[in-house]
């Protein structure tokens, strides 16, 4: 391991003032649902990058976007403080995923947030225009009047799985939505399928006209990740063969 990296922590540009911030994060999955939505909704709310993650369990990667270096794990904030963002654009291997998932829940803590909401993609054959949710039982009757199906059962691994499984013993509410998404190309429709959903439970008014409409240009931008997650999958099921 490189010497002075630590086991995990957010590394803040600059303090800023939150008041319980309500979190939507998205991470690497089938049809890259997460990143999509979450760059999407950081867009939409003119959200501003206000840390990164650093740790010695993230791979040596960066990412570009348009010729642009950026972080590959970062957060963000809405100018009020009261919503956040986590975005993390590269796959994650399982070593270390309990460090990253206990200091991203901390960090939820050190803010006052309440709740944690995931964004994924389950890969299948055909997106059904429909948002499904897992969440503790009262949410998940709620969700249900905004049209937000449960999800009857299934497993949730990696990241999201490590954060949704602390958040039952923490002070802090966990729920994923999830979107059936295609196994290997990014999904920009999925993604606007989950933002909706938001829309419709959280009464927000973000616009997904452009995830519609900007297929190809998502396509090509995002491809490169896709693929990447794609072999990390196939690598991940062949140890398990």
Not at 110 to 135: F, R
Not at 152 to 172: A, D, K, M, S, Y
Request: overall charge negative; some cysteine; aromatic content about 8%.
């Amino acid at each position: 391991m490189a010497e002075g990296f630590p086991e995990a922590e957010v590394y803040e540009f600059k303090k800023s003032e939150f008041k319980n911030p309500i979190i939507f994060a998205g991470f690497v999955g089938a049809g890259l649902v997460g990143p999509i939505a979450i760059n999407h909704i950081i867009e939409q709310l003119d959200m501003k990058e206000i840390g990164v993650m650093r740790s010695k369990y993230l791979p040596p990667s960066t990412v570009f976007m348009k010729g642009r270096l950026r972080h590959p794990f970062r957060f963000y904030s809405d100018e009020k403080g009261t919503v956040c963002a986590i975005i993390c654009e590269i796959t994650l291997r399982m070593e270390g995923l309990y460090s990253l998932v206990g200091t991203i829940l901390d960090w939820a803590a050190s803010k006052g947030s309440k709740e944690i909401v995931i964004l994924d993609g389950v890969a299948s054959n055909e997106h059904d225009n429909k948002a499904y949710c897992a969440a503790e039982e009262d949410l998940v009757r709620t969700m249900a009047d905004r049209d937000i199906s449960m999800i009857p059962q299934g497993f949730i691994t990696g990241l999201p799985g490590g954060i949704l499984n602390e958040c039952l013993v923490r002070e802090i509410q966990g729920l994923t939505l999830l979107a059936k998404a295609d196994k290997i190309a990014p999904d920009p429709t999925a993604a606007a399928t989950l933002i909706e959903a938001l829309n419709r439970f959280y009464y927000m008014n973000i616009d997904t006209t452009e995830l519609k409409e900007e297929k190809d240009r998502l396509h090509s931008e995002f491809s490169e990740l896709s693929q990447k997650y794609v072999e990390h999958r196939e690598e991940i099921a062949g140890m398990y063969m």
